[in-house]
């Protein structure tokens, strides 16, 4: 009885998070849906003003809210809960590709959709000539949500931004009209220089970076806040606008075989 006692008892956990008729604390849903999918009887407490928010957490010692106690035992917050739980904890500073293989899944698989909705077939050349051109469309798009912050970070490496400070803030503007022009097909004259000159600028920028000067950078690929290092994806990114262009050029000039110009 006593064992079945402690068990429930261990089981059992209070939550306090603010619930305020403007604002419900993110994180204070997330540690309620946590504890009731890890089997925790949840008792929740609503800080429902900011008085009561003060006077809780000068009380407990604490700096924020929500807090978690299990038994007589106080676990903290979210992150700490997830800690509790035996679960990972993201690191905000810690490098990662994961932004970078989620844009290129996401607009393959859009290349993939246009295709079969265009020709009844999601495997035709169009959809490879897409995949290319939507990701430079995306990759612009995130460089243009701050592009203050991607030229900043785009001066460490870039050959041609560090002699010329303006390259840094077209670039993005270029990347994604070259994108753009690539999905329709249109201005070839247009798009394939932008592409083949930007590309091989940023490729040569990447592997002398990387590969000859040893250099651990943030890429500014996915835009100016993120943790992807710099490397292989960037050095891929800009290969891969210098094969579409070099393509896209083939073609303008009817130079590619025959089974490149079937759908």
Sequence with gaps: MLEHTANAASKTARLHRMMMPDHTCPYGLKALDLLKRSGFAVEDHHLATREEVEAFKASQGVATTPQIFVGDHRIGGYDDLRRYLGKRVTDPKATSYRPVFALFAMTLLMALAASFAVYGTPFTIRAGEWFIAFSMAILALLKLQNVESFATMFLNYDLLAKRWVPYSYIYPFA?????????????????????????????ASVFKAVYLDRRELKCACVGGASNVPLGFVS???????????VWMALGAFGLLPLWAHGM
């Design 175 to 203: 990347e994604g009209l070259a994108g753009i022009l690539m999905i329709a097909g249109a201005l070839t004259w247009l798009s394939v220089p932008i592409a083949l000159v930007i590309g091989t600028i940023g490729a």
């Design 235 to 245: 050095l891929t990114e800009n290969l891969m606008m210098i094969a579409m262009a």
